[in-house]
């Protein structure tokens, strides 16, 4: 017998079926809580909106999967009154059912979706999709709702459903994509190895990452040094607050995965975000140039002029985050850097590294140091004396990596909270004259 692994592998045969869709300026609508991560992958694949729809249907007594009707955001039901005949529903039943779903579905709006306006569908493809179609009753219910918003089409869109019900929807929607139409349907859950309920918590987390991923676009990018070429990864976010350009510690690269939890968190918190690596991997080989902070400093200049230069005088605010030696660097960049750096953020830095320069800072700066960071503290305590606009912030019972439970995260708030703060200007001071850039190997 034909089945799905899980939802994930089922999103992945649908999104291969509705590829022609990818140009049509679609919006992808789930069905929570199960059709959230079958369409969670669909979006994904097509670059496209997700959002949701809610629609509960009304399960028969002590059948509460066999649907006798469903109700919609508008608060309207539709019942199915064959099965309603079939079963002697009382009408005193429907109405009690039918309240209980529509304040489900406040309640479950509220919680999913937040503060956040529904996707507009107006004169747009609307990719409808859940987990299976069974009665159809809900889906029924989802198209008659969504017809009156006047889409361009609808398309319903399911890894698996019934046959007699497939066809029946094929009436009412303008397209149903179903790769699998077994005769012997019997229920959703059958045609996949791994049917488990989906929580809350996991519609809430497929929903916030799929608006923050139709909401950036990313892309490498090259960063020229005389003969040296360097790899970046930037990740343009619409509506950005800023651009903050990372530059990382010893022996890391753009792939740190501490670096890339926190420009993932910028990213969505409004921030655009540049990793690159700073040294090549030769360069990287030999330990001298890790702490060779000129040529850190250097690098992080050429990767700002690359951004400068790609954003074609549309650049957004910048900032640097700094993490170990990389602060270092973070800190010589912004006093010799020709182009404004409205802020810095040093995490588990050495800004001591950049001892000559921290009088020239006059970017506002972020000294973030994990409380049991004796010594880092120190070095940090000194450099807060030397900046001018400056501030320490000490995450009690963390270690220099903050690997302890909910020190990075604290690092996140810390950081987002800094950058929101001193990126609203347009401008930061900078030196009237463009210094000599620090020299290197």
Not at 79 to 93: N, R, T, V
Not at 114 to 125: C, F, L, M, V
Request: charged share 20%; with cysteine.
């Amino acid at each position: 017998m034909e089945r799905y692994r899980d939802r994930d592998h089922a999103s992945h045969v649908l999104a291969q079926n509705l590829s022609q869709y990818k140009d049509s300026n679609p919006v992808v609508l789930a069905i929570p809580r199960g059709g959230v991560p079958v369409a969670f992958g669909v979006a994904r694949a097509l670059h496209c909106p997700l959002d949701l729809i809610m629609v509960k249907k009304i399960g028969a007594p002590r059948q509460p999967e066999l649907a006798v009707g469903a109700v919609s955001e508008d608060g309207k039901p539709l019942f199915d009154e064959g099965l309603i005949k079939a079963l002697s529903l009382s009408s005193s039943y429907l109405k009690q059912a039918a309240s209980q779903k529509i304040r489900e579905i406040h309640e479950q709006l509220h919680k999913f979706r937040g503060s956040k306006q529904a996707e507009p569908i107006q004169n747009r493809t609307v990719i409808l999709v859940d987990d299976g179609i069974a009665t159809g009753s809900t889906l029924t219910a989802a198209i008659q709702f969504l017809r009156l918003k006047n889409p361009r089409e609808i398309v319903v869109a399911a890894p698996v459903g019934a046959l007699e019900t497939v066809q029946r929807i094929k009436e009412i929607a303008d397209a149903v994509i179903c790769p699998l139409t077994p005769t012997d349907f019997m229920a959703v859950g059958m045609w996949y190895e791994q049917f488990e309920q989906v929580p809350d918590e996991e519609v809430i987390r497929l929903i916030g990452e799929a608006r923050f991923s139709s909401q950036s676009t990313a892309e490498q990018i090259t960063i020229v040094d005389g003969p040296k070429k360097l790899t970046g990864d930037l990740t343009r976010v619409k509506n950005s607050k800023g651009l903050i350009l990372f530059a990382h510690g010893s022996g890391s690269s753009r792939l740190s995965p501490r670096n890339r939890k926190v420009a993932t968190e910028l990213n969505k918190r409004g921030f655009s975000t540049l990793l690159f690596d700073l040294l090549t991997d030769s360069e990287a080989e030999d330990r001298r140039n890790v702490f060779n902070i000129a040529l850190l400093a250097r690098r992080l200049l050429c990767a700002t002029d690359t951004v400068v230069e790609v954003y074609q005088g549309k650049t957004p605010p910048l900032g640097y985050f700094g993490a170990s030696t990389g602060a270092g660097a973070a800190l010589t960049a912004a006093a010799q850097s020709t182009h404004p750096i409205s802020a810095v953020v040093s995490r588990g830095g050495r800004p001591d590294l950049a001892d000559e320069f921290l009088s020239q800072v006059l970017a506002p700066t972020l000294l973030i140091v994990g409380g049991n960071d004796t010594q880092v503290i120190e070095l940090n305590a000194m450099a807060e004396r030397k900046i001018g606009k400056v501030k320490m912030a000490v995450v009690p019972g963390a270690t220099h990596l903050f690997e302890e439970p909910g020190a990075m995260e604290k690092v996140i708030e810390l950081a987002a909270n800094w950058f929101s703060q001193n990126l609203s200007a347009a401008k930061a001071p900078h030196p009237q004259e463009p210094p000599v850039r620090p020299g290197g190997l």
